[in-house]
């Protein structure tokens, strides 16, 4: 078949210039980081850099394969593998190689019968047939004068576009191009201010599922326009040329029958001035003192008022309200100051008073970059003419619904609780009254000298306790956990009766090296949609809280009976998976050991490699970390009976402790809940 031809051409002389990394070496041959870097210390003729730097060297694609293979350790290089290092060693750059590969993409997706001639001829004979087609292409999907004009099909690139076609046979067209882009994206990611999946769906939503026409004027990499379901024409503007050429080519890709895209400051210059549209989605940069203050002050798009220097997100919602048809809906990304900032009350106060202004939703935080900080969405309405504006304005707070700082397992709750709250604030103009949750304030309320649209500081505050039957449950619990953690206290310590006995020792690598466990370090990303293990459920004893980051590598799953140990922090700590917690992903920062049931008992392994001595022995200190080496953790060799012994003791003080942590948590909950009850007046201090 033409695609097989496709990947059989990719051959190792066509990556011989591409570079790895010693990360990429690692998922090459499936094993972590440290395991490459004992097999450049223990076999001499490890292939030597040839580039990078000393302390974060890279090595020839090319040697590093025959190496592997040599091992034994390698059968091929995966293809998505051989053409995501093709990108990397682009001479133009990875985004130049991946507006090539994604151009070739859409014309397998779109035109197959041409590419299945194009590939029948030579390169050079290919790069001169395919600028018609890919011109077609483009055009068919992202009108003339698209972005990706300026890049036309290079020689030199056939061979990389041939293995990006023979990824789409194996992935499709779609997943190819999204798996390529996503590897850039991890490579870079400080280059990027990404908006996250979750959030982007919630935007979408927030929008309406009647947008059929949608504009995001700051698109980054398009993650908001890929978001919107059933929409006939998307319009994306960015500022840097590279992601707008990555935008369009990743929604084309998606399915929507019309982008259009443009590479230019959307303020300074807007691309779709003439365009009105059913929605506005946008993440806006934050903070920008120099947006155009200055050459932009007589614009016909300050219908609010003129945007202060320091108010530049004023600005960015007025050119989306000036771009929606009547009735359109934009929702905005937005820091929280924004609600507050005295600079911003006037433009504030006219958006209240026209009706432009709905909803304010102050999200947890973490939600979007800067994690650190509780972001808010505003959600706007082009207001009728002669229309009147709505009395109330919607106030939404989710920081309680996620609390504990456990936001990805609580995200599901807090979308559909944003949803449910705008949906039917828009259907009737009002909300049931949620304490610290939602509210319809009026807006002649809002109106006063500060115009603080702050959610939290309009909603009356919950109360932690829920009241005293929700008191006196949380006691009765305390109680009984209490009782159980008595119960569980462990027996007075013995000491040997013949002294001190120190059996002989082992390692964690040498019973890996013997087949006796597995050792796999978790990544928090692969297919499909498991949960993931963090750092900090396993530290705090909770299930997964985390989400997978997908990639199309094939996830490890934990089942009971594996041990996670945290390698950051220096905190002696292992896990033992159960029921509870199996078939979760182990996230960044965890290492899995898999006993074999007939060498090791699991519950023995995870005590011995809690032992201070142990962690201290097997940890090295960065600038800022400290890391924990988990092959030099040390454990005595034992027979199986007797590693059970231990195995009984080490399982009763893990059910102490976990007991011990829910009475610290209910007592935490009654005393706080107690502390607002009194103060609020809904339990009394008899």
Known sequence: ?????????????????????????????????????????????????????????????????????????????????????????????????????????????????????????????????????????????????????????????????????????????????????????????????????????????????????????????????????????????????????????????????QVRAAAADSLRADAFAQDTVDAVLCHPPFNERAWGHEELAYDPRWEYGFPARTESELAWVQHALAHLREGGTAVLLMPPAVAARRSGRRIRADLLRRGALRAVVALPAGAAPPYGIPLHLWVLRRPAPHAAPPAGLLLIDTAALAADDRLRSAWPAVHEAVQDAWSAYDRTGSVAQAPGVSRVVPVIELLDDDVDLTPARHLPPPTAGGGPAELTAVRERLGETLGRAARLTPPAAAAPAGGTVRPPMTTVGELARAGALELHTGTGGGTGSAPVLTEQDVSTGSGPTGTLAPTADEPVLTAPGDVLVPLVGGAAIARVVDEATAGAVPGRGLALLRPDPAALDPWFLAGFLRGTANTRRASSHASTATRLDVRRLRLPRLPLAQQQGYGLRFQALAEFEDALRLAGRLGEQLVQGFHDGLSDGTVTPE
């Not at 700051?218 to 935008?247: F, H, I, K, M, N």
């Open 1 to 257: 078949m033409p695609e097989e031809n496709a990947a059989a051409e990719v051959t190792a002389a066509e990556v011989a210039a591409a570079e790895v990394t010693a990360a990429e070496v690692a998922r090459l041959a499936g094993v972590g980081r440290a395991a490459v870097s004992n097999g450049r210390r223990r076999h001499a003729d490890f292939p030597k850099p040839v580039g990078g730097t000393e302390t974060s060297p890279s090595f020839s694609l090319d040697e590093v394969e025959h190496w592997l293979r040599a091992q034994g350790k390698l059968a091929e290089v995966p293809l998505r593998e051989r053409v995501w290092q093709q990108i990397a060693a682009h001479p133009g750059g990875a985004v130049v190689a991946l507006v090539q590969a994604g151009g070739a993409l859409l014309v397998v997706r779109d035109r197959p019968t041409d590419w299945l001639e194009l590939t029948a001829v030579s390169d050079a004979r290919m790069a001169t047939l395919l600028r018609p087609v890919l011109d077609q292409a483009l055009g068919a999907r992202l009108g003339p004068g698209h972005a990706l004009a300026e890049i036309p099909p290079d020689p030199a690139a056939m061979p990389l576009l041939r293995a990006a076609a023979a990824l789409a046979a194996e992935l499709g067209a779609r997943q190819a191009f999204e798996f390529l882009l996503g590897r850039h994206l991890d490579a870079n990611p400080r280059q990027y201010t990404l908006t996250p999946d979750g959030l982007a769906a919630l935007m979408a939503a927030l929008a309406g599922p009647a947008a059929r026409t949608v504009l995001d004027p700051a698109c980054g990499t398009g993650s908001l326009l890929r978001a919107v379901r059933g929409a006939t024409a998307l319009y994306a503007q960015d500022s840097a040329p590279e992601l707008a050429a990555l935008a369009a080519l990743r929604l084309a890709l998606n399915g929507t029958p």
